[in-house]
């Protein structure tokens, strides 16, 4: 699944419109209409059910305008707060007259004092206030109706177009207030914001709605692309269950070099999260003076004890994880090790010479910071790759 920046996603909707000659009318009913379809498809009888739809004055805005409208044809019904109305030969006030046109009586003024109610009757609450061009504190009345929707009932569905108004698409951030969404409708890629800082916790399930384009024409480079394994429907997908005749060698080897004397709850959390995950054996190297400690605190998982120095590990464990490394499916280096003279020149051996998938962690990306030309130095063969797991700091 490919991630987009707000500024990539703007520039794609211009290459669309102006190289490729698809109408922004035609992306915007497409984009309306591909809510109410994830709507009919997720909820029975959308039909008999009421929404209150929220809009804003740019394009998010007009995507509601679209939802709207279709929504009538089903015979929803169908209240359109507007929060400012779309300015004159915009995109988004195409669709705003067709239903002043249409269907006016949908259309209702905001009043913040019975906004709250309003929206706990109905059944559904669709975001279309603020869209992908938000990059600082929403301002009035933006921010009065974000504080008013705050802590809604669960009785009350809540959907957003595109993104959850009040999220920074690029950064996650939230600026203190966000429509919380159940599901995000959203269009072309999915967002960074989505997955960075706050972004997660607003979003609900994410849905990547399809409005009648091929955005992998556009040839704009794009900075990351994430795993299908984004979601956990298609993590339990990719998990290989056990038939009657598996056993545990079918399910890889685990390789952890971690730890140090006083510092076992990291490798300890990683032994015991690599065999939840499905490996079929899990191995933690570690120094000698911790790994009594470290077994005490393990069930299934295997120890080894290696050369140390201090109570770290010394490079003179290389040999040893050499010998190991041969029988391992995969490398985790880093969490608890420290980074003593000693233990960095053990990591940047294990970078630069291990033929083995490594995931490099906590002390492990501390060691390669103080030379990350080593990392260049490693061969470049996919079938070893090496995955970094930054927190911010680290990162």
Not at 114 to 122: K, N
Request: hydrophobic share 40%.
């Amino acid at each position: 699944m490919k991630v987009v920046t707000a500024d990539q996603m703007s520039e794609l909707d211009r290459l669309a419109m102006s190289d490729y000659a698809i109408p922004g009318a035609v992306l915007m009913e497409n984009a309306g209409r591909a809510v109410v379809d994830f709507m009919r498809e997720r909820y029975a009888n959308l039909g008999s059910k009421s929404v209150t739809i929220l809009c804003g004055k740019g394009n998010n805005g007009g995507d509601g305008y679209v939802a709207a409208r279709h929504l009538r044809l089903l015979g929803t019904q169908v209240r359109v707060i507007m929060l400012e109305p779309p300015t004159e030969g915009t995109l988004a006030a195409v669709p705003y007259k067709v239903l002043c046109k249409t269907c006016p009586e949908v259309l209702v003024p905001l009043d913040l004092t019975t906004l709250r109610p309003t929206v706990e009757a109905s059944d559904f609450v669709v975001d279309a206030m603020l869209g992908t061009g938000l990059n600082c504190a929403p301002r009035s009345p933006y921010l009065e109706v974000l504080q008013a929707l705050e802590g809604l009932p669960d009785t009350v569905q809540r959907i957003a177009i595109d993104i959850p108004s009040g999220l920074d698409a690029t950064t996650g951030q939230t600026f203190g207030v966000v429509f919380r969404a159940n599901h995000t409708v959203t269009f072309g890629y999915a967002k960074w914001g989505f997955y960075l800082q706050s972004g997660a916790d607003c979003i609900g399930k994410v849905q990547l709605a399809n409005i009648g384009f091929d955005w992998d024409r556009i040839p704009l480079p794009i900075p990351c692309q994430l795993s299908t394994l984004s979601t956990m429907q298609a993590v339990w997908r990719a998990v290989r269950f056990a038939g009657s005749d598996a056993h545990k060698g079918d399910f890889g080897h685990v390789g952890i070099v971690a730890g140090s004397k006083g510092m076992v709850g990291a490798p300890a959390l990683t032994a015991k999260a690599a065999q939840r995950s499905g490996a079929g054996l899990v191995t933690v190297f570690t120094p000698q003076s911790a790994q009594p400690t470290l077994a005490a605190k393990l069930n299934e998982q295997m120890t080894v004890p290696l050369e140390e120095e201090s109570g770290s590990l010394s490079e003179a464990a290389y040999d040893t994880l050499v010998k190991y490394a041969e029988r391992m499916t995969v490398l985790c280096v880093g969490p608890g090790l420290t980074t003593s003279p000693a233990t960095v020149q053990l990591v940047h051996r294990l970078l630069k010479e291990i033929p083995k998938p490594i995931i490099l962690d906590a002390d492990g990306l501390n060691a390669l910071a103080q030379n990350p030309d080593v990392a260049q130095e490693r061969a470049q063969n996919s079938r070893f790759p090496l995955i970094i797991t930054p927190d911010p700091a680290e990162a």
